[in-house]
């Protein structure tokens, strides 16, 4: 027998497809915000730096927003496809703000993301800056009408069951339900420090080999500012999110921390620093505990704790160790972070932020941690939300297509095989366009005045 | 149906008309890839959808969410009636948008020219095969993957998309590429619109004696059915006189495109497929689609605006 079954093939299916998406979806959020900036900054100013960056990097932002466009219109149809049981009955909501997405985000961006492209010397400075602008508002649109649609299936809201079909009866809530705004604030975020590293990463390349490059020092300087500011505050967003969650989802919060039951003698709940979470014998082994600390960040007191794992039955947790350590991974590629801000404003402040060799040569490998991090934290999200497709309400076995096993494998073969010629041609492609120099993207009259 | 689930199957219409439409220029320019003759004139007619194409794929996401927001239970229904089928499709089109923005970033892009024209080719097929079984009345059936285009009029149904396209492609690059490429094409243009005329109407006959019922449906709407085909004459004598040569042959296509989709969808209400009739259970509760013609409201008149500016601006030479 086949070791996964329909259910098993089906999520596998759509966390592929999701995990993939993520990562062109993230870039496409912070690139156009930055390259938006970029093309304004330099039609104000005049100056030739922001005009370099501007075309250093839209061809990145073009190759990446085509995947990005590509693959999350598979997820859209996928999810018709694989999940026959939440569209029909949740297509009243669903459906709804998917295509709230569609009308004001999508059309939006692929417009404007032509004239972008296209229309440069045919519409004119101020219509350029315009269509820059749109395209980057058209990707927060998009997150918004996307992640309330996923926030809805994780904090349901304003609706009523009848009859095997979930009516919406408030809109305002079903939109902005309790989880909406943490998770579009946290999502937004976490883009621009993903997009924010792999800029300052391929800037730090560049300054290893050519450290007097005007363009790359303004590149790392501004990407090391946005995450001065973006960091800390995404930590403080983040665990914000964490007691947003622990409200909603406590079971979600309590496989995060792998707390599967109250010990007196403990006094509050250690943190968990490492720890293999065991199911079957429904506790951590091997695990590395700093004492107190885990009721400090969740309860904001030394003392208080959170329903552990085993007030719930076994079908209604989460696979505990892969919510436990995705959630790991998140938070200490977040806490690493703030570390490389911490030495990059100490370097700043001596005034050898581009010549210190070690530091440069340190930020070139940072160049997929914050994409790291958002694949952590939606498998956290997602993994630590099942078995529910809307929580408390329909799981996601009633949910799923009765396909047969083959027919899962056979078109997971066919996503996989796309998905990774893409990835081939992608990252060849990245690297490419990466060698440029951004030194020789410089014109003196290209100064984003025309 | 009611009121506002008439509007919406209105709109979900006609945004799979302008779907066609627009990608099927798209999709078009690939068909017709081996048929150009110079490398230059293939890479001219490349950068001639580059600006548009996501925003032409987009009506179809438009109208499969607006169908997915309206009418859920067709909506989980067709989709998985067509699992495979609709993967494959989704990854041509996946190789298709990533070969418009990779194209001009490799050091040999014509390498792409191939990949364009099969995938194109495949797509159109498949949309075609499996429009022509939705027409048919497949797909409201809860088992998955019962769909079956490989029956003969779904094969037509393929074919005459691949020419239709082909044809949309053809007239498109002959009003947006300089005139010296696309002139030397005159005879290949006649043949290609004579055999994809001659087809449709194959198809349709077939189509009307498979599905007894469109057939007496379109017999009972004779009235309306000719009102649109007059109305489509009037816009195609129109468009010979008001615009230039170069451009009336995309309008003419574009014309009868609109028109017999228009008699289809005709003939298919207030059914939400052929012999399906929409009962309480296959609508959205009534508040979904309030709601979502209010966002609709708003927004198409916009879409509109912005696409006809970007047309216009990015087409002026």
Redesign the interface.
Known sequence: MFPLDTLDLARLQFASTLLFHIIFLALSIGLSTYLAFLRCMAAWKGDAIYMALYRYWL?HF??N???G???G??M??E???NW??F??????????????????A??????????M???EG??GTR?HCFSAIMVAVGAYLSSFWILASNSWMQTPAGFLHEAG?Y???D?LAVVFNPSSLYRLVHMSLAAMIATAFVVASIAAWHLLKDRTDPVSRKMLSMALWMLTFVVPLQIAAGDLHGLNTLENQPVKVAAMEAYWEHKPEQGGMPMVVAAWPDSASESNRFALEIPRLSSLYLTHSLTEKIQPLTAWPETERPNVPLVFWSFRLMVYTGFAMLGIVAVSLYLRHRRSLFDTRWFLRAMTLTLPMGLIAIEAGWITTEAGRQPWIIYGEMTTREAV????TW?LI??LA??WT?YTL?SV??TY?FF??TRRSPRAMLAKDDNGVS | MDTLATVLYILIALALSIYFLLDGYTLGVGLNMPFLRHKQTREHAIHSV???W??N??WL??A??????????L??????AF??E???L??L???R??V???Y???SHPERFHALLFVAALTAAFLQGAIATQILMGQGLS?E??HGDIWQYESALGGAVFILGYAVLGSAWLRMTLPRASTDSQSTYRLILGIVAFLLLVLWIVTCLIEQPLLASRVGERGGIIAGFAATGIVGAVLARNLVNTRTAAFLWAACILMVLTAIVYVCIYPDLLIGSPADE?AI??H??LL??LV??AI??PL?VT??LY?YR??L?S
């Not at chain 1, 569209?87 to 004001?104: D, H, P, Q």
């Not at chain 1, 297509?401 to 047969?404: D, E, L, Q, R």
């Open positions: 061809p073009t190759a927003y085509g995947a466009v590509v693959s219109v598979v859209a149809f999810l018709g496809l026959q049981g569209t029909r009955a949740a297509g009243g909501i669903n459906g709804v703000l998917l295509s709230y997405e569609v009308v004001t999508f059309f939006l961006e692929a417009t404007f993301f032509g004239l492209i296209f229309g045919k519409i219509m079909t009516v919406p009866v809109w297509t009765p396909y047969g027919q056979a078109s066919v996503l796309i893409v041609a992608g492609l490419k366009l | 580059t600006p548009f996501d925003a794929q987009t996401v438009f499969v969410s607006a169908l997915y927001g309206a009418f859920p239970a909506y989980s229904a067709i989709l998985p699992y495979i609709i993967v494959v989704l990854m089109l996946f190789v948008g990533i418009f923005e990779f001009e970033k490799f809860d998955p993957s259970g959205a509760p508040a979904s709601f979502l966002g609709l927004a198409l879409i912005y696409t970007s601006s990015l002026k």
